[in-house]
């Protein structure tokens, strides 16, 4: 079983920053894909950031340039680097993570961006 689990959530006035991290845990041997989602009130959830155990990065268009994901493979986490945060930015956060073919997801982690 593996369990994934986020933090690091909170207010914060625009032109802030935030880091959430992402631990996994369980019978892990390693994690292929680890990824951030959003879903803002109203809207559909949707893909922020991805990061293979290579090292790989992909970026959503709107956060490219201000977000930046990184892992720690020995401790199954990753991180989420939140800067030059907009109200739009406002959302659930959650982690993904694609272990052996199965997607396992995190309980969310609110981020607000408002004055």
């Known amino acids: 079983q593996v369990q994934v689990v986020e933090s690091g959530g909170d207010l914060v006035q625009p032109g802030g920053s935030l880091r959430l991290s992402c631990a996994a845990s369980g019978s892990i041997f390693s994690i292929y894909l680890m990824a951030w989602y959003r879903q803002a009130p109203g809207k559909q959830r949707e893909l922020v950031a991805t990061i293979t155990n290579g090292g790989n990065t992909n970026y959503a268009n709107s956060v490219k340039g201000r977000f930046t994901i990184s892992r720690d493979n020995s401790k199954n986490t990753v991180y989420l680097q939140m800067n030059s945060l907009k109200p739009e930015d406002t959302a659930v956060y959650y982690c993904?993570?694609?272990?052996?073919?199965?997607?396992?997801w995190g309980q969310g982690t609110q981020v607000t961006v408002s004055s």
């Open positions: 993904n993570i694609v272990y052996r073919g199965s997607a396992y």
